[in-house]
C-alpha cells in the first residue's frame, strides 16, 4: 500500500519536516527512538552518579573497569561485525526478492489452455 505524503510536504512549516519524519510509516527515526532515548537515559544517570555520587576512589576503579573494557574493544574488528550485517541485510533482500510473485507459472499454465498459434 502506497500512502502519499505531498500535501504535508507542500503545507510543511519550518517544524512540520519534523512532524512529516515522525509521520513517515517506514521512517528510520522512528525505528531507532526508542533505543536512542535508551542510550541518553542511560548515559545520563551514568554520568550523573559518576559525578555526583562516587567517591574518589569509586571513580578511579570506574575508570579502570573502563579501561578494561576499553582494551578489549579493538579485539573484534569493525569490519567483521559489519561483515555479519551486510551478510544479513544482503540475505533479508534475497528473501523479499524470492517473495515476488512472477507472472511466469500463471502464464505458462494459461498458454496450455489457449488454442492456437499467436
Same mark, same amino acid.
Given at each position: 500500500?502506497?500512502?502519499?505524503?505531498?500535501?504535508?510536504?507542500?503545507?510543511?512549516?519550518? #517544524? #512540520?519536516?519534523?512532524?512529516?519524519?515522525?509521520?513517515?510509516? !517506514?521512517?528510520?527515526?522512528?525505528?531507532?527512538?526508542?533505543?536512542?532515548?535508551?542510550?541518553?537515559?542511560?548515559?545520563?544517570?551514568? !554520568?550523573?552518579?559518576?559525578?555526583?555520587? $562516587?567517591?574518589?576512589?569509586?571513580?578511579?576503579?570506574?575508570?579502570?573497569?573502563?579501561?578494561?573494557?576499553?582494551?578489549?574493544?579493538? $579485539?573484534?574488528?569493525?569490519?567483521?561485525?559489519? #561483515?555479519? @550485517?551486510?551478510? @544479513?541485510?544482503?540475505?533479508?533482500?534475497?528473501?523479499?526478492?524470492?517473495?515476488?510473485?512472477?507472472?511466469?507459472?500463471?502464464?505458462?499454465?494459461?498458454?496450455? @489452455?489457449?488454442?492456437?498459434?499467436?
Amino acid at each position: 500500500m502506497t500512502i502519499s505524503y505531498q500535501r504535508d510536504v507542500a503545507s510543511s512549516t519550518a #517544524g #512540520g519536516f519534523t512532524r512529516l519524519l515522525f509521520k513517515w510509516k !517506514g521512517s528510520l527515526y522512528k525505528l531507532i527512538c526508542r533505543e536512542l532515548l535508551l542510550f541518553l537515559v542511560v548515559y545520563t544517570i551514568l !554520568g550523573v552518579i559518576y559525578r555526583k555520587c $562516587m567517591t574518589l576512589e569509586q571513580k578511579s576503579l570506574f575508570e579502570s573497569v573502563v579501561k578494561y573494557f576499553d582494551a578489549f574493544l579493538n $579485539m573484534i574488528p569493525l569490519s567483521f561485525v559489519l #561483515g555479519f @550485517y551486510v551478510s @544479513y541485510v544482503a540475505s533479508r533482500w534475497w528473501q523479499q526478492f524470492l517473495a515476488i510473485p512472477w507472472p511466469d507459472k500463471l502464464f505458462h499454465s494459461i498458454a496450455c @489452455y489457449v488454442e492456437g498459434f499467436d
